[in-house]
């Protein structure tokens, strides 16, 4: 592939992820990028029951009819009369196949930093349309595999983290690990020193906890292994100046 071609691809990824799909690019882009690739590979959701992991990977049924009517606004998905048995359109293959033309899912918000829209017009000096011929997929690639399974998926997303970690300097690694793992322990037990002796879900997690139980709501919001305070009767505090688990 030519620099040419190359930016060409980045720049309709870049269209449909972050034009056609609404997104401003704060907050965490890969993560939406992610959602929205692995949904699309776990397309059709009317076969063998996907559409419940579709729904385990978006979290409650209110969310899935957002997120899957976004992405069929985005012409990336199809459906009847209901947007659980949505399917793949030939815009999505195009994602998907462009995608990995890119690199592949992890890291995809970095190479889009710098990509602009597509057909850009130096002399009327705006954009141009897409038409088909920009979705369609080049008839010698490689067919796409079979859908995943949501352990499949998650087991990926698990691999990619802790390969990213592994890149980081262990001081950035330390400070990102404890951030995170605040961040879920506030999300799941209303605090951010995790659960107390009898297990039970704080006050910010009672709405995803009364949907789906305890244990699916653990997994739901947290697909990668947290890191566990010491075990012992006494409560810890992990120390973001120290990065050492301390007692409370």
Known sequence: MSDEERENLLQHLYKVLCQDIPACGCGDPQASHTL????????????DGRWRDAEKLIGTSGAVQIVLSALTDADLLEHGGTVGGSWITDKGRWLLWAIDQSGGIHGLDERLD??????WDHEAKKIGGCTAECW???ADSEPQPEPPSLDALVAEQQSAKAAWLDSMPAEMRDAWQAADQAVENMLLW?????????AKPGPLFDGIAGFFGLDQAVTLAAPFPAQPSPPGPTRMRYNTTTKKWEPK
């Open 36 to 47: 929205v690739h692995d949904l699309l590979r776990l397309t059709p959701f009317y076969e």
């Open 114 to 119: 710098d990509a602009g829209l597509p057909h």
């Open 136 to 138: 369609r997929v080049p």
């Open 190 to 198: 209303g605090n951010l020193d995790g659960p107390p002796p009898d």
